[in-house]
């Protein structure tokens, strides 16, 4: 976002920004626009996304809450907003662990969802924690790509919030991917929504993949 003035409240330790307001997000194009929704827009949307995401990356910064309504649109550009649960990780490692499931569930990815280790309290008490990584964000991401390309998520089909919870982490459901006639947005859905992590593509991959270069292999 780009910041169009600030303040610095040395009183009571406060930094004031005014920022842009957009027109809406992209959740609310979407929805009001389905007709709009062409390949071109797609591509462009998505090329403003990872370039955002990439962005936020290489500062360490992992999201963990990627959605359309967290994409606002100010003049056709998108600019990612609600760094409420991002965490940052140092430049050395990779991924986080987090005692708390937090995001929204349609746009979560497996690993955001499973307990991977145990850690205790204060009180002794076993907590399970989630390990959480880049890759997490790009299933984000892969999530919204579906969203844009069919009209609805992977798992919207299932209402009840604990069987899509086990969905989405169970390895042998396999994710529907209706007929598509471009094969390279296929390819880029499919590249985001693999459940294992370091099977994912990048977001420097999804940068130069076809689907956004036009280039082939």
């Known amino acids: 976002m780009c910041c169009i003035s600030r303040e610095i409240d040395e009183v009571n330790k406060v930094i004031k920004i005014v920022l842009e307001r957009g027109s809406t997000d992209l959740a609310g194009y979407l929805r009001k626009h389905p007709d709009k ?26 999201h963990t809450d990627l959605k359309p309504a967290n994409f606002l649109l100010v003049e056709w550009n998108l600019k990612l907003i609600d760094f409420g649960i991002a965490n940052a990780v140092q430049s050395d ?47 984000s991401l892969g999530c919204i790509l579906f969203f844009m390309a069919y009209g609805k998520t992977p798992f919207q089909h299932i209402k009840n919030n604990f069987q899509k919870w086990n969905c989405i982490i169970d390895p042998s459901y396999e994710i529907k991917f209706p007929y598509i006639e471009n094969q390279d947005l296929l ?14 593509y990048t977001i420097a991959q999804l940068k130069c993949h076809p689907f956004l270069t036009g280039r082939t292999s």
């Open 93 to 139: 490692v990779t991924s986080f662990y987090r005692d708390t499931t937090v995001g929204t569930l349609s746009y979560m990815s497996p690993e955001a969802l499973k307990d991977v280790s145990q850690s205790y309290d204060q009180n002794e008490q076993c907590k399970p924690t989630m390990k959480i990584g880049r890759p997490s964000d790009v299933w």
């Open 37 to 62: 929704i062409t390949v071109d827009f797609i591509k462009m949307c998505w090329r403003k996304m990872l370039d955002a995401v990439d962005v936020i990356h290489k500062a360490g910064i992992i």
């Open 187 to 200: 390819d880029s859905m499919k590249g985001c929504l693999r459940r294992n992590p370091s099977e994912r």
